[in-house]
Nanobody, 121 residues
Framework: QVQLVESGGGLVQAGGSLRLSCVVS????????MGWFRQAPGKEREFVAT????????DYGNSVKGRFTISRDNVRNTMYLQMNSLKPEDTAAYYC??????????????WGQGTQVTVSS
């Protein structure tokens, strides 16, 4: 059974930082591309960041470039999202996802349940 479990969300003031984690089990983590997505109330889910199996190839959504950093630890089967200079518009539920194919689209194979990030102004 594949499981993706996010953690690290919370309430932070604008300008602050958070680090999200996604622990994966039930699949060979090092063979999967991983991604972060987010969804704010009343809005569509959007792409945030993705990394290939090695962590050497990464892409970011335009709204988070230069502020967020995606990384992974293939020994710990864990992916991270370091979020700096947070803005109120970053408020959303953040989801991690896994897929055999590296892509920036939303059609990932496996998804976590999400962790809430709230940025106050």
């Amino acid at each position: 059974q594949v499981q993706l479990v996010e953690s690290g969300g919370g309430l932070v003031q604008a300008g602050g930082s958070l680090r999200l984690s996604c622990v994966v089990s039930g699949l060979t983590f090092s063979r999967y591309a991983m991604g972060w997505f987010r969804q704010a109330p009343g809005k569509e889910r959007e792409f945030v960041a993705t990394t290939d199996w090695s962590g050497r190839t990464r892409d970011y959504g335009n709204s988070v470039k230069g502020r967020f950093t995606i990384s992974r630890d293939n020994v710990r089967n864990t992916m991270y999202l370091q979020m700096n200079s947070l803005k109120p518009e970053d408020t959303a539920a953040y989801y991690c996802a896994a897929d055999r194919v590296y892509k920036l689209r939303l059609d990932y194979e496996y998804w976590g349940q999400g962790t809430q990030v709230t940025v106050s102004s």
